[in-house]
């Protein structure tokens, strides 16, 4: 497996330094940064005075001091009032020449960016101005983005294929004017690009995607009403079981829903797949299956599939704003050797009434790690099959006596307190159905954290604050 950096991004303050003088004075310290700061000059003087220092003439001429009452002089722009270099917080900037090298001029401060043609593939915060990695497929409007590593295909490098499942299939160049009919058609005219992006119209699409070759960034990018009814392997496959590959598949707004086979998503031996704003409902098959190999799910909902999600063989698999209400055949999630679990702001909901139906670790090598989040049955008998010690649940709500723990802000609730909090329990449906009763206030939001739920209603995002446990949350009134 091809070990990636993780995507969440990092902060650029490196660059933000303080203005220059425009008369050579050296760069003082940021603002937002504790350190030195700026001495005033040695003599003081009365406010609103201007003092001038003793002119020394011939040796019998006479030494006098003069000062001037209520005159001010205007400092240099680029300095501070001390005529000392100057620091981001205090000091206006009225053009890129008063700022050091590498930083432009912003609304009256020295900033490290104004839009993202600076930033180098990545791209610039539109309320900090710094640049940081990428963390939407939106925030690359004219390609998509590198989740993992944080960074906009290249423009002049990616290759786009539009697909409309409507069309007639014929020799179509898989323009915006001229879509293909299947992604099958618009991938074997793209076969040996690096750099690739589906853009799906709206429609039923009855074959599935696999990417089986090494070295490819691709992703498919979808939008209401792109549905896949896949009935044969595969619906979404990145990889092989052997040899492994380093290809990277990022997938948003998709549906799947019905179908069948062997999993509806399947990544074996390569980097990394990602699923954004997507669903996986009713799949006569596995949700996700994952095998050495990075799976992330964000802002997704998986419903009431045949079988749930299964990491095993060194992968992992980490769901972030998710829903995931499992009904059928063994566990919602399975944690097979070596493999590793992560679930953040995700509901975990095991409707099935048989013994361990939330969650298994298949041996002592597996690892699950859940924090903000809900792990819930409402049956009696037990509901996990993994040795506490291979769990660590935080600042969540759980139905699972061994993991309550106070220290952990892991609060336990009663089967019976569990159906009342959601819309549909029964049929699997997991937004809230009020304020998020026994769930409401047991989070607590950390820097990293998602900002929004799965349906964009905003979180508090202030470190330490209270919020509802799982993937979504009542809107603010």
Not at 166 to 181: H, L, R
Not at 265 to 283: E, K, M, N, P, T
Request: charged share 20%.
């Amino acid at each position: 497996m091809t070990v990636k950096t993780s995507y969440l991004s990092f902060g650029s303050a490196l660059l933000l330094t303080a203005c220059f003088s425009p008369t050579g004075s050296d760069p003082g310290t940021a603002g937002p940064t504790s350190g030195d700061t700026t001495e005033p000059p040695a003599t003081a003087t009365e406010p609103g005075t201007t003092a001038v220092e003793p002119t020394t003439g011939e040796a019998d001429t006479d030494t006098t001091t003069t000062t001037t009452t209520g005159v001010a002089t205007e400092p240099p722009t680029g300095t501070s009032t001390t005529l000392e270099p100057c620091t981001l917080d205090i000091c206006p900037c009225q053009g890129d020449v008063d700022c050091e090298p590498g930083l432009q001029c912003h609304a009256g401060q020295c900033v490290e960016c104004i839009d993202s043609a600076t930033c180098g593939g990545r791209v610039c915060d539109p309320v900090d101005h710094v640049c940081r990695g990428c963390r939407e497929h939106a925030e690359c409007p004219e390609t998509a983005c590198e989740l993992d590593d944080g960074l906009c295909f290249p423009d002049e490098a990616t290759s786009h294929a539009y697909v409309d499942p409507s069309s007639a299939c014929s020799d179509q160049p898989c323009s915006f004017a001229q879509p293909c009919c299947s992604v099958a058609q618009a991938h074997g005219q793209f076969f040996d690009t690096t750099h690739l992006v589906f853009h799906l119209a709206p429609g039923l699409y009855q074959a599935g995607i696999e990417v089986s070759e090494g070295g490819r960034r691709i992703a498919v990018l979808g939008g209401p009403g792109v549905v896949f009814t896949v009935d044969a392997d595969p619906v979404i496959r990145l990889g092989l079981a052997r040899p492994p590959i380093d290809s990277e598949l990022y997938l948003s707004q998709i549906v799947i829903e019905g179908g069948q086979g062997s999993a509806a998503v399947r990544c074996s031996a390569a980097a990394d797949l990602w699923l954004d704003d997507s669903a996986i409902l009713g799949f006569t098959g596995r949700a996700v299956a994952v095998s050495d190999c990075d799976v992330v799910l964000r802002r997704s909902e998986l419903r009431l599939n045949l079988e749930g999600m299964l990491v095993e063989d060194g992968g992992t698999l980490r769901l972030e704003n998710s829903l995931v209400a499992h009904l059928n055949m063994g566990p919602a999630l399975a944690i097979g050797s070596a493999a590793a679990a992560d679930l953040v702001y995700t509901t975990l909901g095991d409707i099935t009434q048989h013994m361990f139906g939330l969650f298994t670790c298949l041996d002592g090598t597996a690892t699950l790690v859940a924090r903000n989040s809900a792990l819930l049955s409402h049956v009696l008998v037990d509901t996990f099959d993994c040795v506490p010690s291979a769990v660590d649940i935080r600042d969540s709500v759980v139905t699972l006596g061994p993991f309550a723990n106070p220290d952990k802000n892991t609060h336990l609730i009663q089967a019976n307190e569990v159906s009342p909090i959601f819309a549909g329990w029964d049929a699997g449906l997991l937004h809230l159905a009020g304020d998020g009763g026994a769930l409401a206030g047991r989070a607590r939001w950390q820097p990293g954290d998602p900002q929004t739920d799965i349906d964009g209603d905003a979180r508090p995002a202030t470190a330490g604050a209270p919020d509802v446990a799982g993937g979504d949350r009542p809107p603010d009134p």
